[in-house]
T-cell receptor, first 116, second 113 residues
Framework: GAGVSQSPRYKVAKRGQDVALRCDPI?????LFWYQQALGQGPEFLTY????????KSGLPSDRFFAERPEGSVSTLKIQRTQQEDSAVYLC??????????????FGPGTRLTVT | GNSVTQMEGPVTLSEEAFLTINCTYT??????LFWYVQYPGEGLQLLLK?????DKGSNKGFEATYRKETTSFHLEKGSVQVSDSAVYFC????????????FGKGTHLIIQP
Protein backbone atom coordinates (compact mmCIF):
# COMPACT_ATOMS: atom_id res chain seq x y z
CA GLY A 1 0.00 0.00 0.00
CA ALA A 2 0.94 3.64 -0.23
CA GLY A 3 3.23 5.09 2.40
CA VAL A 4 3.14 8.50 4.00
CA SER A 5 3.20 11.26 1.42
CA GLN A 6 4.02 14.92 1.85
CA SER A 7 3.60 17.90 -0.41
CA PRO A 8 5.18 19.96 -1.64
CA ARG A 9 8.56 18.23 -1.54
CA TYR A 10 10.35 21.56 -1.82
CA LYS A 11 9.15 25.01 -0.89
CA VAL A 12 10.95 28.32 -1.20
CA ALA A 13 9.35 31.20 0.67
CA LYS A 14 10.33 34.81 1.08
CA ARG A 15 10.71 35.95 4.67
CA GLY A 16 7.35 37.00 6.01
CA GLN A 17 5.27 34.74 3.77
CA ASP A 18 2.90 32.12 5.11
CA VAL A 19 3.35 28.48 4.07
CA ALA A 20 1.23 25.34 4.37
CA LEU A 21 2.73 21.87 4.34
CA ARG A 22 0.54 18.83 3.76
CA CYS A 23 0.83 15.29 5.09
CA ASP A 24 -1.18 12.28 3.90
CA PRO A 25 -0.67 9.49 6.43
CA ILE A 26 -1.10 5.80 5.77
CA UNK A 27 -4.81 5.07 5.54
CA UNK A 28 -6.29 4.11 8.89
CA UNK A 29 -3.35 5.26 10.96
CA UNK A 30 -4.50 6.77 14.23
CA UNK A 31 -1.40 8.70 15.24
CA LEU A 32 0.31 11.46 13.29
CA PHE A 33 3.48 13.32 14.21
CA TRP A 34 5.29 16.33 12.80
CA TYR A 35 9.05 16.79 13.20
CA GLN A 36 11.50 19.51 12.18
CA GLN A 37 14.95 18.48 10.97
CA ALA A 38 17.59 21.16 10.65
CA LEU A 39 20.59 20.52 8.42
CA GLY A 40 22.97 18.02 9.99
CA GLN A 41 20.68 17.38 12.96
CA GLY A 42 18.25 14.71 13.99
CA PRO A 43 14.51 15.29 13.73
CA GLU A 44 12.90 17.22 16.58
CA PHE A 45 9.34 16.63 17.67
CA LEU A 46 6.83 19.38 16.94
CA THR A 47 3.33 18.05 17.57
CA TYR A 48 1.21 14.90 17.85
CA UNK A 49 -2.35 14.01 16.82
CA UNK A 50 -4.44 11.05 17.79
CA UNK A 51 -7.19 11.02 15.19
CA UNK A 52 -8.35 14.66 14.99
CA UNK A 53 -7.26 15.59 18.51
CA UNK A 54 -3.98 17.45 18.92
CA UNK A 55 -2.74 15.88 22.14
CA UNK A 56 0.67 17.47 22.32
CA LYS A 57 1.99 20.64 20.74
CA SER A 58 4.81 21.25 23.16
CA GLY A 59 7.46 21.13 20.43
CA LEU A 60 6.06 23.92 18.28
CA PRO A 61 8.77 26.61 18.41
CA SER A 62 6.50 29.63 18.37
CA ASP A 63 2.90 30.73 17.95
CA ARG A 64 3.65 31.21 14.24
CA PHE A 65 3.42 27.42 13.90
CA PHE A 66 0.01 25.83 13.72
CA ALA A 67 -1.06 22.28 12.83
CA GLU A 68 -4.44 20.74 12.21
CA ARG A 69 -5.98 17.39 11.31
CA PRO A 70 -9.68 18.19 11.11
CA GLU A 71 -11.00 14.83 9.89
CA GLY A 72 -8.43 12.60 11.50
CA SER A 73 -6.57 11.82 8.30
CA VAL A 74 -4.74 14.51 6.29
CA SER A 75 -2.80 17.03 8.34
CA THR A 76 -1.51 20.49 7.52
CA LEU A 77 1.35 22.30 9.21
CA LYS A 78 1.12 26.04 8.73
CA ILE A 79 3.88 28.51 9.39
CA GLN A 80 2.96 32.17 9.45
CA ARG A 81 5.35 35.03 8.73
CA THR A 82 8.22 32.69 7.95
CA GLN A 83 11.70 33.51 9.25
CA GLN A 84 15.07 32.29 8.05
CA GLU A 85 15.43 30.08 11.10
CA ASP A 86 12.37 28.14 9.92
CA SER A 87 14.44 26.71 7.04
CA ALA A 88 14.51 22.96 7.61
CA VAL A 89 13.05 19.67 6.45
CA TYR A 90 9.61 19.06 7.93
CA LEU A 91 8.85 15.39 8.43
CA CYS A 92 5.50 13.77 8.99
CA UNK A 93 5.11 10.29 10.47
CA UNK A 94 2.10 8.12 11.15
CA UNK A 95 1.45 5.06 13.25
CA UNK A 96 -1.36 2.59 13.50
CA UNK A 97 -1.45 2.63 17.27
CA UNK A 98 -2.53 5.17 19.80
CA UNK A 99 -0.71 5.98 22.99
CA UNK A 100 0.59 3.53 25.58
CA UNK A 101 1.64 0.98 23.00
CA UNK A 102 4.99 0.39 21.37
CA UNK A 103 4.57 1.05 17.70
CA UNK A 104 6.45 1.84 14.53
CA UNK A 105 6.34 5.30 13.05
CA UNK A 106 6.33 5.42 9.27
CA PHE A 107 7.95 8.56 7.91
CA GLY A 108 7.20 10.55 4.82
CA PRO A 109 9.93 11.92 2.52
CA GLY A 110 9.70 15.38 4.07
CA THR A 111 9.20 18.90 2.79
CA ARG A 112 12.37 20.96 2.47
CA LEU A 113 11.50 24.57 3.33
CA THR A 114 13.95 27.31 2.40
CA VAL A 115 13.19 30.83 3.60
CA THR A 116 15.07 33.52 1.71
CA GLY B 1 14.50 15.90 29.78
CA ASN B 2 15.18 13.12 27.32
CA SER B 3 18.29 13.12 25.18
CA VAL B 4 20.22 10.82 22.84
CA THR B 5 23.93 11.07 22.13
CA GLN B 6 25.52 9.20 19.28
CA MET B 7 28.99 9.20 17.84
CA GLU B 8 29.93 11.92 15.43
CA GLY B 9 30.41 11.09 11.81
CA PRO B 10 31.26 10.57 9.15
CA VAL B 11 32.40 7.03 9.83
CA THR B 12 34.30 5.57 6.89
CA LEU B 13 34.93 1.83 6.68
CA SER B 14 36.01 -0.67 4.08
CA GLU B 15 33.59 -3.30 2.85
CA GLU B 16 33.37 -6.36 5.15
CA ALA B 17 34.65 -4.39 8.15
CA PHE B 18 32.99 -4.63 11.58
CA LEU B 19 30.74 -1.71 12.46
CA THR B 20 29.88 -0.17 15.80
CA ILE B 21 27.96 3.09 16.16
CA ASN B 22 27.69 4.14 19.78
CA CYS B 23 24.47 5.48 21.26
CA THR B 24 23.74 6.50 24.84
CA TYR B 25 20.61 8.03 26.23
CA THR B 26 19.08 9.93 29.14
CA UNK B 27 15.41 9.38 29.83
CA UNK B 28 12.82 9.17 32.54
CA UNK B 29 11.12 5.86 33.13
CA UNK B 30 11.68 2.92 30.83
CA UNK B 31 12.01 4.10 27.25
CA UNK B 32 11.80 2.06 24.08
CA LEU B 33 14.87 2.40 21.88
CA PHE B 34 15.14 2.53 18.11
CA TRP B 35 17.60 2.77 15.27
CA TYR B 36 16.37 4.50 12.13
CA VAL B 37 18.24 4.63 8.82
CA GLN B 38 18.05 7.19 6.03
CA TYR B 39 19.45 6.04 2.69
CA PRO B 40 20.44 8.72 0.17
CA GLY B 41 17.37 10.37 -1.29
CA GLU B 42 14.95 8.39 0.87
CA GLY B 43 12.89 8.90 4.01
CA LEU B 44 13.62 7.58 7.48
CA GLN B 45 13.05 3.87 7.93
CA LEU B 46 12.93 1.87 11.13
CA LEU B 47 15.91 -0.48 11.23
CA LEU B 48 15.37 -2.17 14.59
CA LYS B 49 13.94 -1.61 18.04
CA UNK B 50 14.03 -2.88 21.63
CA UNK B 51 11.36 -2.24 24.21
CA UNK B 52 12.91 -3.37 27.49
CA UNK B 53 16.22 -3.96 29.18
CA UNK B 54 18.40 -6.76 27.72
CA ASP B 55 16.21 -7.00 24.59
CA LYS B 56 18.17 -7.36 21.37
CA GLY B 57 16.79 -5.84 18.22
CA SER B 58 18.03 -7.18 14.90
CA ASN B 59 17.41 -6.66 11.20
CA LYS B 60 19.41 -6.95 7.96
CA GLY B 61 22.45 -8.18 9.87
CA PHE B 62 22.40 -5.22 12.26
CA GLU B 63 21.98 -5.75 16.01
CA ALA B 64 21.62 -3.58 19.09
CA THR B 65 21.13 -4.58 22.72
CA TYR B 66 19.23 -2.44 25.23
CA ARG B 67 21.65 -1.99 28.16
CA LYS B 68 19.92 -0.26 31.05
CA GLU B 69 22.96 -0.35 33.31
CA THR B 70 25.01 1.67 30.84
CA THR B 71 22.02 3.48 29.24
CA SER B 72 23.29 2.41 25.83
CA PHE B 73 21.97 0.95 22.58
CA HIS B 74 25.02 0.54 20.35
CA LEU B 75 24.46 -0.53 16.75
CA GLU B 76 26.67 -3.33 15.38
CA LYS B 77 27.13 -5.26 12.17
CA GLY B 78 29.70 -7.94 11.56
CA SER B 79 30.43 -7.27 7.90
CA VAL B 80 29.27 -4.07 6.24
CA GLN B 81 28.46 -3.64 2.56
CA VAL B 82 28.60 -0.62 0.29
CA SER B 83 24.79 -0.62 0.30
CA ASP B 84 24.86 0.09 4.07
CA SER B 85 26.09 3.62 3.36
CA ALA B 86 23.47 5.88 4.92
CA VAL B 87 22.77 8.12 7.91
CA TYR B 88 21.83 6.22 11.09
CA PHE B 89 19.76 7.77 13.87
CA CYS B 90 19.37 6.45 17.39
CA UNK B 91 16.06 7.40 19.02
CA UNK B 92 14.00 6.81 22.12
CA UNK B 93 10.36 6.98 23.12
CA UNK B 94 9.60 7.42 26.79
CA UNK B 95 6.02 8.60 26.59
CA UNK B 96 4.24 5.59 25.15
CA UNK B 97 3.94 7.44 21.88
CA UNK B 98 2.34 10.68 23.01
CA UNK B 99 5.35 12.94 22.82
CA UNK B 100 7.11 11.65 19.78
CA UNK B 101 10.58 10.27 19.40
CA UNK B 102 13.75 11.90 20.68
CA PHE B 103 16.52 11.51 18.10
CA GLY B 104 20.28 11.75 18.17
CA LYS B 105 22.04 13.92 15.61
CA GLY B 106 22.72 11.04 13.25
CA THR B 107 25.89 9.28 12.14
CA HIS B 108 26.83 9.31 8.48
CA LEU B 109 28.29 5.94 7.50
CA ILE B 110 30.36 5.62 4.34
CA ILE B 111 31.42 2.16 3.14
CA GLN B 112 34.18 2.03 0.56
CA PRO B 113 34.56 -0.94 -1.81
Amino acid sequence: GAGVSQSPRYKVAKRGQDVALRCDPISGHVSLFWYQQALGQGPEFLTYFQNEAQLDKSGLPSDRFFAERPEGSVSTLKIQRTQQEDSAVYLCASSSEGTLLVYEQYFGPGTRLTVT
Amino acid sequence: GNSVTQMEGPVTLSEEAFLTINCTYTATGYPSLFWYVQYPGEGLQLLLKATKADDKGSNKGFEATYRKETTSFHLEKGSVQVSDSAVYFCALDSGGGADGLTFGKGTHLIIQP
